[in-house]
């Protein structure tokens, strides 16, 4: 069964802080694909990055960052120097190679204050 | 630009009425999906659609049915509204190995 797990379901930080938001997930297959979405609050779940199971490589995207760790099934993203901007619903999510559809984490609410 | 649109963003229902939700693409992706989202319980599917006239359970299907006529629209019915229905419905759509597209979701409130 595929299931994503973010455990951390609300998280409220100050302007320029880091965040690290945590998703870990499993599956049987050998080939899959994860992704990050950012929801904010107009409603669209707006696509952030997609990794595939064979690529273990970090990624930076100016101030964000995710690293994917097989060995501890994870893929978590962090925002360096957060944002107000930045405020929304974070959803982890689980694709397979065929026409099956996403699983998706039940999200993490990010707070930024100023 | 890619799109993904649904008809409404928000709707207000009574209970027993019929309602649809459509949602249309135009990126000729074979792959179509509805997900209701309610808070802290995540997205959770309730239909997709793999191709014309095709379509799948997904974990909530009871009291929806779906329509897929055309490659680039697939239709959400509640056959009869109720007020456990009252959610936000998301629509979206993806080609195999590559990311999902979303509209911009209907706020559905059943009366």
């Known amino acids: 069964a595929q299931k994503v797990t973010q455990a951390q379901t609300e998280i409220s930080v100050v302007e320029k802080e880091d965040v690290t938001l945590d998703c870990v997930y499993e599956t049987r297959d050998t080939t899959y694909y994860l992704f990050w979405y950012k929801q904010p609050p107009s409603g669209e779940l707006v696509f952030l990055i997609r990794r595939n199971s064979f690529d273990e490589q970090n990624e930076i995207s100016g101030r964000y960052s995710w690293n994917f760790q097989k060995s501890t099934s994870s893929f978590n993203f962090t925002i360096t120097a957060s944002q107000v901007v930045d405020s929304a619903v974070y959803f982890c999510?689980?694709?397979?190679?065929?026409?099956?559809?996403?699983?998706f984490g039940k999200g993490t609410r990010l707070s930024v204050i100023a | 630009d890619v799109k993904v649109t649904q008809s409404s963003r928000y709707l207000v229902k009574r209970t027993g009425e019929k309602v649809f939700l459509e949602c249309v693409q135009d990126?000729?992706?074979?792959?179509m999906f509805w997900y209701r989202q309610d808070p802290g319980l995540g997205l959770r599917l309730i239909y997709f659609?793999?191709?014309?006239?095709?379509?799948e359970k997904g974990d909530i299907p009871e009291g929806y049915s779906v329509s897929r006529e055309k490659k680039e629209r697939f239709s959400l019915i509640l056959e009869s509204a109720s007020t456990n229905q009252t959610s936000m419905y998301l629509c979206a759509s993806f080609r195999v190995r590559t990311e999902a597209f979303f509209g911009q979701g209907t706020r559905l409130t059943v009366v």
């Open positions: 659609s793999y191709d014309v006239k095709m379509k």
């Open positions: 990126m000729d992706h074979e792959n």
């Open positions: 999510a689980l694709g397979r190679s065929g026409n099956t559809p996403l699983v």
